[in-house]
């Protein structure tokens, strides 16, 4: 395991190294900054030293001009550099992002079936986020703190190195005190923080239920439980507040007795060297005293931010460092019917426990298989199986007599198309739902999709065609033509293979015409799995696989076993598939 440094420079490194041109400006731009912030105590230096020994004169200025230059060019470098700052963390963070993005997606099933998306965004937004500070403010300010805070140091040896020496010790200490007053202060602020969220999470919910409390009469309970939570949330913000109120006396009293110490070093040292040391001098150190505190405090401030950075990359690296179960194979598969076959496939989502069991049967090219099974049989299983979302335990899976796993697995997902029951739409135009965002595929493509799935009257119906938008989750669409859309996705890609879980719900007579037409199309010419919950699907199938626990209750031409009084399937038939199967 690297350590933090290492992992800091190798982040570094990866990610502003394509773009070290402009993180070399950004770190001149920001040494400029620096110089002239340490410029204008000596030109106010200049300034009263000259008023001093000569009075008013047309000297003073131009000095004055001076500094005022000197401080319209500091503004103007300080704005330069945080725009190029943005920038550079930007174009780094996003790359990071698009990397850990791609990186998760050629992540196997077990892995996404095992973290929520909430985690997932937490980690790939919320960590490169935090890491998206740590490039555009945390590296380059505390880079800009540290050369500051040196450059003012050398800015009073330069002076007199008791001066130097003095303020040193005098940094050292104030910066060493605040780590160790805010590391006291944050157990505080933490508990207030969470008292806070659990009472907006608790304000939440019930706003969420307020019918069911009320219809319920469960409001007098509910605000006792408000009570309750406030009256936690008071003491612990007040503690904070207290702990936060003791720290800033601390703070201001160590931050007077710094100028005390710098106004007794000024007089010390122009009681011994009047002409070197003159009041100017003392007013500048004064000055450089103010600008000591401000990288003082940020310095402390990133040490913090350092240690939630640290915490961000670590989660960033282990994402990165874990690979998928599933080897990625070469072979590719030919266009139209494929014939897919199980060959004594057992599988089960852990060792021990098998889903499916001893496997074996073969579709065709150009056949359809029928599934059949109550809930949990495995049928959902099996259809993932054929996608490689998982590998066997025993046995294996073959299309066209090639074992999935020597096919690329990309090359293997463009050749099946799938269809669940629930069917996912996002809130995007009709074109970019079809086309899963690719936008070089030609609208001639799209539209025949519509119109073979059945869908050219809804389309007619669109006020902006192809650029309609969807609703969130596809929200003003009814089932059937969330159903059909699905449908048109797979026209588009022409697959070999179909996989369709049927949805289990009763749609209307109407929708269901359609389907049964459009299902029609679907199927020609292509090899298909369909987990049947309807009656007219079976009868498409040509071979029936009855699931039982996982194991193959009952496998054979649907006819044969239809006619065959004694079969379980015929019992099916009889007396229909979702009360038997519910
Ligand atoms: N990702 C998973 N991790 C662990 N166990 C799982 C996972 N998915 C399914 N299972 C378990 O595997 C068994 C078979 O599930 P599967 O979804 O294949 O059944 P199904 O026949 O398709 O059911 P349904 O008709 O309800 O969709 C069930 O016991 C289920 O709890």
Redesign the pocket.
């Known amino acids: 395991m690297h350590t933090p440094f290492t992992r800091y420079i190798i982040l570094l490194s990866t990610y502003l190294k394509p773009q070290w041109r402009r993180s070399l400006l950004l770190g001149l731009l920001i040494l400029l900054t620096i110089g002239l912030q340490l410029l204008s105590p000596q030109i106010l230096k200049t300034f009263i030293d000259a008023a001093l020994a000569h009075g008013v004169s047309s000297s003073l200025l131009l000095i004055a001009l001076a500094f005022l230059a000197v401080l319209l060019l500091k503004q103007g470098l300080s704005i330069a550099s945080t725009y190029l700052g943005e920038y550079v963390a930007w174009t780094a963070t996003n790359q990071l992002r698009s990397d850990l993005i791609a990186h998760c997606l050629t992540l196997d099933h077990a892995f996404h079936?095992s973290h929520t998306s909430g985690e997932m965004i937490e980690r790939v937004d919320g960590d490169v986020n935090a890491l998206a500070n740590f490039f555009s403010q945390l590296f380059f300010q505390l880079f800009s703190n540290v050369l500051l805070l040196f450059g003012i140091l050398i800015m009073f040896f330069r002076i007199d190195w008791r001066a130097g020496l003095g303020v040193t010790l005098y940094a050292a200490f104030f910066l060493g005190m605040l780590i160790i007053l805010n590391k006291r202060l944050i157990p505080y602020w933490k508990a207030q923080r969470q008292a806070s969220a659990d009472f907006y999470g608790f304000l939440g919910e019930r706003l969420a239920g307020v019918e069911d409390i009320r219809t319920n009469g469960a409001v007098t309970a509910m605000m006792r439980r408000f009570l309750l939570l406030l009256r936690t949330w008071f003491p612990l913000t007040y503690r904070a507040r207290m702990m936060d109120a003791r720290f800033s006396i601390v703070n201001f009293t160590t931050i007077a007795a710094g100028f005390f110490l710098i106004f007794l070093l000024g007089a010390y040292l122009h009681g011994l060297y009047p002409t070197e040391v003159t009041v100017g001098t003392i007013i500048a150190m004064y000055n450089y005293g103010l600008m000591l505190l401000e990288p003082v405090w940020a310095i402390q401030d990133h040490i913090q931010d350092l240690q939630q950075v640290e915490a961000c990359i670590q989660r960033v690296n282990e994402l990165l460092l874990m690979t998928s179960a599933l080897q990625d194979g070469q072979r590719t598969l030919s266009d139209g019917a494929l014939k897919l076959a199980f060959r004594d496939v057992t599988f089960g989502?852990t060792e021990t426990q098998p889903?499916v069991q001893d496997i074996a049967l073969t579709v065709e090219p150009g056949k359809v298989l029928g599934i059949v099974?109550r809930?949990?049989?495995?049928?959902?299983?099996l259809a993932r199986l054929v996608f490689r979302f998982y590998d066997p335990q025993h046995g294996e899976v073959c299309i066209n007599d090639i074992p999935l796993q020597e096919l690329s697995i990309r090359d293997l997902r463009q050749h099946i198309g799938l269809i669940t029951q629930e069917v996912q739409l996002f809130h995007a135009s009709v074109r970019d739902n079809l086309t899963f965002f690719n936008p070089t595929i030609p609208d001639t493509a799209i539209l025949s999709a519509l119109h073979e799935s059945g869908l050219g009257v809804w389309y007619q119906s669109l006020p902006q065609g192809l650029e309609s938008r969807l609703g969130p989750g596809g929200e003003g669409l009814s089932a059937g033509q969330a159903q059909l859309l699905a449908f048109a996705r797979i026209f588009l890609i022409n697959p070999g293979i179909v996989v369709l879980d049927e949805a289990s719900s009763r749609l209307d007579p109407i929708t269901e015409r359609l389907l049964e037409q459009t299902m029609e199309k679907l199927l020609a010419g292509r090899t298909a799995i369909i987990?049947a919950h309807r009656l007219t699907t079976v009868q498409r199938a040509h071979d029936i696989l009855l699931?039982e626990d996982g194991k193959i209750g009952e496998y054979g031409a649907r006819e044969a076993l239809a006619s065959n009084p004694t079969s379980r399937f015929a019992q099916l038939l009889k007396h229909g598939l979702t009360e038997v199967l519910a």
Do not use: M, N, P, R
Request: charged share 10%.
């Open positions: 079936s989502y889903v099974g809930t949990g049989s495995g049928k959902t299983t987990i699931l």
